[in-house]
């Protein structure tokens, strides 16, 4: 059996489910989309099927300048990459722009 790619709802990133854990998978089962954060009930597993039941989106997320990954902060000050551990301070400034057109 092979992994299997699951295309998340909320973002449209793709996700891998590794082949061994696929046979242990039930209905009502759930995992974290690894791009924006929702999270991802399995309605179905033959054929399988998704549905966000929170979405991810909402919260304050950076992309660490060192690996690339995409996780979610609190907002604060200096955060480190939960990967490989960089610390940073991230640029809020596309936030307080983004918040602004939005007013």
Do not use: K
Not at 26 to 49: M, R, W
Not at 71 to 89: K, L, T, Y
């Amino acid at each position: 059996m092979e992994d299997l790619e699951v295309i998340c709802p909320e973002c449209g990133e793709a996700n891998y489910l590794l082949a061994e854990d696929l046979e242990e998978l039930t209905p009502d089962d759930f995992f974290e989309c690894e791009s924006c954060g929702a999270y991802l009930q399995i309605l179905s597993t033959d054929p399988l099927e998704v549905v966000v039941i929170e979405d991810g989106e909402e919260g304050l997320f950076v992309d660490c300048p060192e690996c690339g990954l995409t996780f979610e902060v609190d907002g604060e000050d200096e955060v480190v990459c939960p990967e490989c551990g960089h610390r940073f301070m991230p640029d809020w400034s596309d936030i307080e722009e983004d918040e602004e057109d939005l007013a």
